[in-house]
């Protein structure tokens, strides 16, 4: 006869019921917004399902995995994550004037996304090896291993993966315990070298940023997609307009409302009562994420865990405030509630290496 308590027991051995749900109520409101941002379109539900399904059986699979594969997976991942980067230069498609994809026959990926996972892993992997000795030297060269792969994707152009991988590299600098006297001086010199950064931007990208200063200024074109965000965030006033009569999202006005600006949807048919409850819950995956790291048994698990959490809320925090205008639009999506494939592959498997070093405790030496 079987034991299903012990089937089950078995399946959720590695898996932490904690984070579990709480990244399941938010895969449950992304269904249930897409619903309404797609005008019904039951296919775009079912697509969102199947993303969800394909990625949890891959963040099952990393839960599961001990430590130290983990660790001996960070260079594999990395090199082969800067080969794909470099043969989307040479041979990618380009589609929309940027040059992002790479067919390989059976599928067209983005390398790019590899790279959310493969620069953190790597970074606290090379730490982890230089922990009794770390000296300048030391922080240099992560900064280097955080710095190529950036470049080649903002070469791409892909500014809003290239915003959240330098992020993801430079918490895992922070954790490592990068002095704040340089962290100060850095942006110092981020500051002064901005004229030059500002020459060596493309013309949408400094669009953006000019539209972030004033919309109004081409409020059909480059300003567009800031004033209806905007403008859906603030007419759902208190309590919403109420699921499915959301005016900005089916009369057309709202533009990327299953991607991007699927956070405005929420906004006008939820209001700010919806945002507290959504914020809430990302509040509470991100507290469950720093539990795990100030638990976590090793540097290198530490420093994983803190970047994977910090990177959440940096997804979460510039998706909500491109659309709300207080950031530029660079294309990011929400975080486990926007439509996406990739996106939610990426995270999910950064969740299941949260719950890997939450249910293994003990790092083998490699």
């Not at 770390?134 to 809003?160: E, M, S």
């Not at 048919?269 to 507290?276: D, R, S, T, V």
């Not at 539990?291 to 530490?302: E, G, K, Q």
């Not at 939610?344 to 405790?361: A, D, N, Q, R, Y």
């Amino acid at each position: 006869m079987i034991d299903t308590k012990q089937i089950q027991r078995r399946f959720m051995a590695h898996l932490d019921p904690v984070l579990l749900m709480a990244i399941g109520l938010l895969m449950l409101v992304s269904l249930i917004l897409l619903y309404t941002a797609s005008d019904g379109n039951w296919m775009r539900v079912l697509g969102q399902f199947t993303n969800i399904l394909i990625a949890f059986a891959a963040m099952w699979v990393v839960a599961n995995m001990p430590l130290h594969y983990l660790m001996r997976s960070a260079v594999p991942i990395y090199i082969l994550g800067l080969v794909l980067l470099v043969c989307v230069a040479l041979f990618g498609e380009i589609s929309h004037g940027a040059r992002r994809w790479l067919n390989i026959g059976i599928a067209t990926i983005q390398p790019s996304e590899l790279m959310k996972i493969a620069v953190p892993l790597m970074m606290a992997w090379y730490f982890e090896k230089h922990e009794a000795t770390l000296t300048l030297k030391n922080y240099f060269i992560a900064a280097l291993l955080l710095l190529i792969p950036v470049a080649l994707i903002t070469r791409q152009p892909d500014l809003g993966t290239s915003v959240l991988i330098g992020a993801s590299g430079f918490f895992v600098l922070f954790l490592a315990g990068l002095s704040w006297r340089i962290i100060l001086g850095m942006g110092v010199v981020a500051a002064a070298s901005a004229p030059f950064v500002w020459s060596s931007l493309h013309d949408y990208q400094r669009h953006r940023v000019l539209m972030l200063l004033d919309p109004s200024q081409d409020a059909l074109g480059k300003g567009y997609h800031t004033i209806q965000g905007m403008i859906a965030v603030g007419s759902g006033g208190i309590l919403g307009k109420g699921y499915l009569n959301g005016t900005q999202t089916h009369l057309d006005f709202l533009p990327e409302r299953t991607t991007d600006f699927i956070f405005a949807v929420y906004s006008e048919e939820f209001g700010f009562l919806g945002n507290i409850i959504l914020l809430s819950m990302y509040i509470f995956v991100i507290g469950r994420g720093f539990v795990i790291t100030a638990n976590a048994s090793t540097y290198f698990t530490r420093l994983m865990a803190g970047s994977i959490t910090l990177t959440f809320f940096t997804y979460a925090f510039v998706n909500m405030g491109m659309v709300s205008g207080i950031l530029p639009v660079v294309g990011v999506p929400l975080p486990l509630v926007s439509y996406g494939g990739t996106s939610m592959l990426t995270l999910l498997l950064g969740f299941g290496m949260l719950m890997s070093i939450h249910t293994h405790k003990q790092l083998v030496k490699t």
